[in-house]
């Protein structure tokens, strides 16, 4: 059993700051990438950010890039996602993803691509 769980949520202020982390456990797994995701009220979830897990590289949904830096800790086993400038748009929950296996050098940005997923963390940015 592979769980994610993921922290750091909470209410901030238009411009501020927040980082969120996603610790992974259970069983081991390998890792092609893992992602972070997010879902307003009302909204579908969308693509934010991917980490390929060997070498690091990563990629961004055009709203937030520039604003958001996603990374890694292999030692502690955590995702996490950097968050500055915030704006009431990024209101949202945010959910960590892990996809086991894909093809080198491709990133992954649907939902359907990820085999585990977090229960998710409450982002409010206030206005």
């Known amino acids: 059993q592979v769980q994610l769980v993921e922290s750091g949520g909470g209410l901030v202020q238009t411009g501020g700051s927040l980082r969120v982390s996603c610790a992974a456990s259970?069983?081991?797994?390998?890792?092609?990438?893992m992602a972070w995701f997010r879902q307003a009220p009302g909204k579908e979830r969308e693509f934010v950010a991917v980490?390929?897990?060997?070498?690091?590289?990563?990629d961004y949904a055009d709203s937030v890039k520039g604003r958001f830096t996603i990374s890694r800790d292999n030692a502690k086993n955590t995702l996490y996602l950097q968050m500055n400038s915030l704006k009431p748009e990024d209101t949202a929950v945010y959910y960590c993803?892990?996809?086991?296996?894909?093809?080198?050098?491709?990133?992954?940005?649907?939902?359907?691509?990820?085999?585990?997923w977090g229960q998710g963390t409450q982002v409010t940015v206030s206005s």
């Open positions: 993803a892990a996809r086991s296996s894909g093809y080198r050098g491709t990133y992954y940005y649907s939902q359907s691509d990820y085999d585990y």
């Open positions: 259970g069983r081991t797994f390998s890792r092609h990438s």
């Open positions: 980490i390929r897990w060997v070498g690091g590289t990563t």
